[in-house]
């Protein structure tokens, strides 16, 4: 495994130093830019459009100072580890939207934009590995539907990500990537599972990111690295084209630095595809923007329940617990009226979740639409002992799962379906817009130990949308982010309280190990 692990460092070290050798730093703790055209630190997509719109920087020139930051701050310096594949044509690509803009003006906000895709959203020119040495080399034979959305919108898809192998656990570990870490700490997990992103774009690698939400990896990842991370709604965002792990709560979304640029994504993204059919439940319910949603008064008389289950009562939790609960006073000197929800019987994530029953089936249909996959189920997977060792007991259970038709399986359906009855039931109950809550009552772990404290279930379990957002920072140092639950396709009202709580604090501060590049 570990040669597979150094060939999968390989791939994107060696092609972002095969396109920037000039750009090259001689000093690994000093990192120099080749040119100082643009700063892409810490710039909203609205700054970067505009940038290219007033012809102050071209998309090439974007993708160019992404790569170096690439280059300097993911094998080098901190060594993030983030990244597994860099696009080949991704300077092509720009280069090719440059003449676009050029004749025919802007497709819109995303036009000649870098993202960065968790290595499990379907990609036709690049390998899907879901970070595991079992799908080393996989190349799909289209681009999953978010991933066409977002081309057709005009992004640049500058690389894939790291993840916890096959999604399934949330400190970011896996075969071919190895063990990303916390741009704010290297020496603790940067959440997950969709933590390669999160470093990713916390380390200003790319404008946004995308990641996946079976319970908790787009929130945790976000928290961990304070950013914005959206669950969407289940049936907004299709889930065709990406690598399954549990159907019933898989999900589709964006991480990014702002409110305003997970608009943005959203907005590229959400709609219905044919090969997802849950997806005709968002008819009727997505708005010609989200944008407009955003309002920085959108605070003032929204009436929002402090969701006091998830505060947790342990003394570890009071951390996180401390400046979630200072970011709700802020809340309400913006003009929100906030009351002390409490839930008795609040299942916890693993009397609740579906993953272990659901994963074989869904990952066997998924490698069965894939002709060039190297290996064709689960049981294939865990008799070769092609996965990462901590990830050996969960495997062999769920590959003994016989069948989805079992009591136990409608059980848990019936729970989840409670769960999500009681919270819109208290949301109405209550009169609020959302909950609120810590996105995880303890901050980030350090590398190889357990990361607990999450709160994934209310919505990976119930199919409501969540949003998290940064809260602050805690005494030892590490980002907290503030989670605001809401109804089924209320994605408006939690994209104007997320924008409308950053823009009164901007509690977002980059990470300092990864710095400007010095011209």
């Known amino acids: ?103 025919r003006g802007p497709r819109g906000p995303l036009h000649g934009i870098p993202i960065i895709l968790k290595d499990n959203y379907d990609t036709g020119d690049m390998p899907t590995t879901a970070a595991s040495i079992a799908l080393k080399g996989s190349i799909p034979e289209r681009d999953g539907f978010q991933v066409r959305k977002l081309r057709d919108a005009g992004a640049v898809i500058l690389g894939k990500s790291n993840l916890h192998e096959f999604a399934r656990g949330i400190t970011t570990i896996s075969t071919l990537g190895g063990q990303t870490r916390n741009p704010y700490d290297p020496t603790r997990n940067p959440g997950g599972s969709s933590g390669g992103t999160g470093a990713a774009i916390a380390a200003n690698f790319a404008a946004a990111g995308m990641g996946t939400d079976t319970c908790g990896s787009i929130r945790y990842p976000s928290a961990h690295n304070s950013l914005v991370g959206l669950r969407p709604t289940m049936g907004l965002s299709s889930r065709s084209g990406i690598v399954p792990l549990a159907l019933s709560q898989d999900v589709g979304g964006p991480l990014a630095r702002t409110v305003t640029d997970v608009a943005i994504v959203l907005d590229a993204t959400a709609g219905a595809d044919p090969d997802d059919p849950v997806t005709s439940r968002s008819a009727g319910k997505i708005p010609p923007s989200y944008t407009t949603s955003l309002d920085r008064d959108g605070l003032r008389g929204a009436r929002l329940g402090v969701f006091m289950p998830l505060f947790g009562t342990a003394p570890e939790d009071q951390r996180a617990g401390s400046v979630v609960r200072t970011a709700v006073q802020a809340m309400e000197q913006r003009g929100a009226q906030t009351v002390d929800v409490r839930l008795d019987g609040l299942p916890s994530e693993g009397e609740i979740s579906l993953i272990r029953l659901e994963f074989k089936f869904n990952l066997n249909a998924y490698l069965a639409k894939t002709p060039r996959a190297p290996v064709k189920s689960l049981a294939e997977i865990v008799d070769k002992g092609l996965f990462h060792p901590s990830l050996e007991q969960a495997f062999r259970r769920s590959n003994e799962v016989a069948t989805l038709d079992s009591d136990e399986y409608r059980a848990l359906q019936a729970k989840q379906a409670q769960l999500r009855d009681t919270l819109i039931k208290t949301m109405d109950d209550q009169h609020v817009v959302a909950l609120v809550y810590p996105t995880l009552r303890r901050t980030a772990a350090k590398l190889g130990e357990p990361q607990t404290g999450g709160n994934c279930a209310a919505s990976a379990s119930t199919g409501l949308p969540a949003i998290t957002v940064p809260a602050g920072f805690a005494d030892d140092g590490m980002p907290v982010g503030v989670e605001f639950l809401g109804r089924p396709f209320s994605e408006p009202d939690l994209l104007k309280l997320a924008y409308a709580f950053e823009q009164a604090t901007h509690r977002r501060r980059p990470p300092s190990l990864t710095p400007a590049l010095t011209p």
């Open 1 to 103: 495994m570990k040669r597979h692990f150094a060939l999968g460092l390989l791939t994107a070290s060696a092609l972002a130093g095969a396109w920037l050798s000039a750009m090259s730093p001689a000093d690994p703790s000093a990192p120099r830019a080749p040119r100082a055209t643009y700063d892409v630190v810490e710039k909203t997509i609205p700054e970067l459009a505009a940038a290219i719109r007033t012809g102050e920087v071209t998309s090439q020139e974007l993708v160019r100072a992404y790569l170096a930051r690439i280059e300097a701050y993911d094998h080098q310096g901190p060594a993030l580890n983030a990244i597994l594949t860099l696009n080949p044509k991704a300077l092509a690509d720009a280069e090719a939207l440059d003449r676009e803009r050029a004749a």
